[in-house]
C-alpha cells in the first residue's frame, strides 16, 4: 500500500521506540512534592491566585489566565501551598511556582461521567477554557484560542495528530491502544465544536497495532473519522508537514491552518478534551514517556504536572548507566537540561536520558547542500547560518528565517556538525530585537 507523506525534505532517524512501547501505561505515586509552574503554555503566564499557607483541592485553580492567549493552572492533588519561588524550566524560561506538599489522604472528585450531549459549541469551548487544555504535542497552545472560529471562516478538515515521529516518544502510541474509546469520543467532541466537513486521524505506519485498532473502532461505531496510515518520515507531525501529508494543503509563509481551512489537534489533546468535558477533569497530569539508553527500566507513566524529574527517574529503575545529557522531549525539538529537580509541564511529553554515541568536533561548513536537501520548509540553512554567524540577522530575516520551524532536520544531516538549530533561535530572537 502506498502511504501518504510530504515530499519535500526530511530525515530519518532511527525511531528507538521499541525501548517503551512494549508496556502498559503505569501511574505515578504521588511525589512528596510537586512544583506547579504558572508558564506551562504558550503566551502570557498565569497569575498565581493562592499563597503560603492555603489548602487547596484537586482540580481546583491556583493560577488564572492572564491574557487573551494563555492557560489556567490547576492543582493536581489535595494539598497545602508550602511556597512560591523562581524556577527554571528545561526550556530555559524562569517563572513563578507554587510548591505543594499533598496531603496523605487524596479524594477523587472526577470519577463519575457526566451527560454532555446537550452541551452546545460555546459551552464545549468554555469547557476547554476553565480547565486549562493547550496542545500536548509540545507546542502547548492553548486550545480554546485554536478552537475559536473567526466570523467567516469555516472547518473544511479536523485533522487528528497521532504520528508521534519524535524518535523514542510512545505515550500518544500507548494512548491509541489503551485509551482507545477516550481518544475517539474526544475527537468527536472536538468534531461538535468545529464542525468540519471531514476528520482524518494521521498515525505513521510504525504503530500497525495503533492503526488497525483505531480503524476497527472507527468502523464499529460508524464514526465520521478516516484513519490515515502515512509513511515513516520526521518531521511528519508538524501541522504543515501533516496538513500537506493528509489533505495536500500548504501553508503559506506566516499563515496558520485555519487559513487553508483546517484544524490540527495533538492526539493527547483530545484525551485531554474528553476529560475536561466528560468529567469536568482540568489538565492536571498526563502521560510521559520516561526512555532513553541509559534508563533501566523504560515506560509510560501518568505523572501529575509538577512532579519533579528526578522522582520520574527513580520510578523508571534510575539509570543503567550515566547519560550524557537529559532532554525533555524528543532528541530533535526537546530541550536539553541538567537539574533532575526541573518540574515536568503540561507540553511534557517525555524525559530521556541518552548516551553520547560519538566522538565528533565541529568543522567548517562544507558546502555539501544536505541540510538544504532536508530542509521540509525549503530554507537555504547554509545561507542563514551564514548570515546569523557574521550578525547580518535582518538580512536572515528577509532570507525567511521565522518559517524555520526548529525541527533539527539539518542538524541531524550536517557532516561538519554545525549547530544550526541554536544559530537559528539566536538569529530569531536579534532579529526581531532589529
Known amino acids: 500500500m502506498k502511504l501518504a507523506t510530504f515530499r519535500k525534505g526530511g530525515v530519518h532517524p532511527s525511531d528507538m521506540k521499541s525501548l517503551s512501547n512494549n508496556r502498559p501505561i503505569e501511574r505515578l505515586p504521588i511525589p512528596k512534592e510537586l512544583v506547579i509552574s504558572m508558564s506551562q503554555h504558550l503566551g502570557a503566564p498565569a497569575t498565581a491566585v ?3 499557607g492555603d489548602h487547596v483541592s484537586k482540580g481546583e485553580k491556583i493560577g488564572t489566565a492572564s491574557s487573551f492567549i494563555s492557560a489556567d493552572v490547576h492543582s493536581p492533588v489535595d494539598g497545602t501551598v508550602t511556597a512560591i519561588k523562581k524556577v527554571t524550566m528545561a526550556n530555559s524560561v524562569v517563572c513563578d511556582a507554587l510548591v505543594i506538599t499533598p496531603d496523605e489522604q487524596q479524594s477523587e472528585p472526577f470519577a463519575e461521567k457526566r451527560d454532555y450531549s446537550e452541551f452546545t459549541k460555546e459551552q464545549i469551548l468554555a469547557e476547554i477554557k476553565d480547565k486549562g487544555i493547550v496542545g500536548m504535542g509540545g507546542a502547548t497552545f492553548p486550545a480554546h484560542v485554536k478552537m475559536t472560529i473567526a466570523p467567516g471562516k469555516s472547518v473544511q478538515a479536523l485533522v487528528i495528530n497521532g504520528v508521534e515521529c519524535e524518535p523514542y516518544l510512545t505515550a500518544d502510541h500507548r494512548l491509541m491502544l489503551e485509551r482507545t474509546e ?14 468540519p466537513e471531514r476528520t482524518i486521524i494521521g498515525i505513521e505506519a510504525n504503530k500497525p497495532d495503533a492503526i488497525e485498532k483505531l480503524s476497527k473502532a472507527v468502523a464499529e461505531k460508524g464514526l465520521p473519522i478516516e484513519v490515515m496510515p502515512l ?3 520526521y518531521p511528519q507531525g508538524d501541522e504543515k508537514q501533516l496538513l500537506k501529508a493528509t489533505i495536500n494543503r500548504e501553508i503559506p509563509s506566516g499563515k496558520l491552518p485555519l487559513d487553508v481551512g483546517a484544524v490540527v489537534m495533538n492526539l493527547g489533546t483530545t484525551h485531554a478534551v474528553y476529560e475536561a468535558v466528560a468529567y469536568g477533569k482540568p ?9 532513553g539508553d541509559c534508563i533501566s527500566r523504560p515506560c509510560n507513566v501518568i505523572a501529575p504536572i509538577g512532579t519533579k524529574v528526578r522522582d520520574l527517574l527513580d520510578f523508571a529503575g534510575g539509570f543503567s548507566s550515566e547519560p550524557d545529557k537529559l532532554v525533555s522531549g524528543g532528541p530533535m525539538m526537546g530541550f536539553a537540561f541538567y537539574d533532575e529537580d526541573t ?13 553520547d554515541k560519538k566522538n565528533y568536533r565541529q568543522t567548517h561548513c562544507l558546502s555539501c547542500g544536505r541540510c538544504v536537501s532536508a530542509c521540509p520548509m525549503g530554507l537555504m540553512p547554509t545561507k542563514l547560518y551564514a548570515l546569523i554567524s557574521n550578525g547580518k540577522y535582518e538580512e536572515a530575516m528577509k532570507n525567511n528565517l521565522m518559517d524555520c520551524k526548529e525541527c533539527g532536520c539539518c542538524a541531524f544531516s550536517c557532516p561538519a556538525h554545525l549547530d544550526l538549530v541554536h544559530a537559528f ?10
Open 343 to 355: 518540574p515536568v509541564a503540561k507540553g511534557t511529553s517525555g524525559i530521556l536520558a541518552i548516551a
Open 283 to 291: 489538565l492536571f497530569e498526563r502521560v510521559m514517556t520516561i526512555t
Open 182 to 195: 477516550q481518544v475517539l469520543e474526544g475527537i468527536m467532541i472536538c468534531r461538535k465544536a468545529l464542525s
Open 50 to 52: 493562592k499563597a503560603v
Open 425 to 434: 533561535k539566536t538569529g530569531k530572537k536579534m532579529g526581531r530585537k532589529k
Open 231 to 233: 509513511k515513516m518520515k
